[in-house]
T-cell receptor, first 114, second 112 residues
């Protein structure tokens, strides 16, 4: 079974802190994604990566950066956390190629910024 | 990717079929229709996808209209565990880096 794991289920940080959210997948998938989910807004794509060291902005990249140094790991970085970044963060991965269909999601990290 | 429109919520009785509608009137010829669902406190889960023909798997059936401007996800015998938010998404499969764009989805409540 494909497994997407996220480093923490719950995280509490203070305003201004640098925050790292880690995601690891074990199926050699080329594509990886970071979303945030907020009540009433659904899932919104922050960044995605379709290969090592490659990244593309999603719909709401402001305030975030990402790192993909190894194929299996995709990190989301909040350089200086703010209270409006309190949210559920979901990582996902998908096989590369035009016929790849299923996107696999991790369990999510609920981040609270105080 | 084309935008989709879903009603915000619906309910159905346990054991009955749940028919979840989705409009995607601006879908283009190379875009597929995908359905995912998200059970409370979990990440979204893939259900099914299709291009123009109707599709069925062990979880659900997908009916796409002939003009492809709308589709219906059918859960043939809904159970309480099917209570979730269901997302209808259209996405082109061309290009290795094509992405899914989730809307707000439809909340399905299955009542006993």
């Amino acid at each position: 079974d494909v497994k997407v794991t996220q480093s923490s289920r719950y995280l509490v940080k203070r305003t201004g802190e640098k925050v790292f959210l880690e995601c690891v997948q074990d199926m050699d998938h080329e594509n990886m994604f970071w979303y945030r989910q907020d009540p009433g807004l659904g899932l919104r794509l922050i960044y995605f990566s379709y290969d090592v060291k490659m990244k593309e902005k999603g719909d709401i990249p402001e305030g975030y950066s990402v790192s993909r140094e190894k194929k299996e790991r995709f990190s989301l970085i909040l350089e200086s956390a703010s209270t409006n970044q309190t949210s559920m963060y979901l990582c996902a991965s998908r096989m590369g190629g035009p016929m790849s269909n299923e996107q696999f999601f991790g369990p999510g990290t609920r981040l609270t910024v105080l | 990717d084309a935008k989709t429109t879903q009603p915000p919520s619906m309910d159905c009785a346990e054991g009955r079929a749940a028919n979840l509608p989705c409009n995607h009137s601006t879908i283009s010829g190379n875009e597929y229709v995908y359905w995912y669902r998200q059970i409370h406190s979990q990440g979204p889960q893939y259900i099914i996808h299709g291009l123009k023909n109707n599709e069925t798997n062990e979880m659900a059936s997908l009916i796409i209209t002939e003009d492809r401007k709308s589709s219906t996800l059918i859960l043939p015998h809904a159970t309480l565990r099917d209570t979730a938010v269901y997302y209808c998404i259209v996405r082109a499969n061309t290009g290795a880096n094509s992405k899914l764009t989730f809307g707000k989805g439809i909340t399905l409540s299955v009542r006993p």
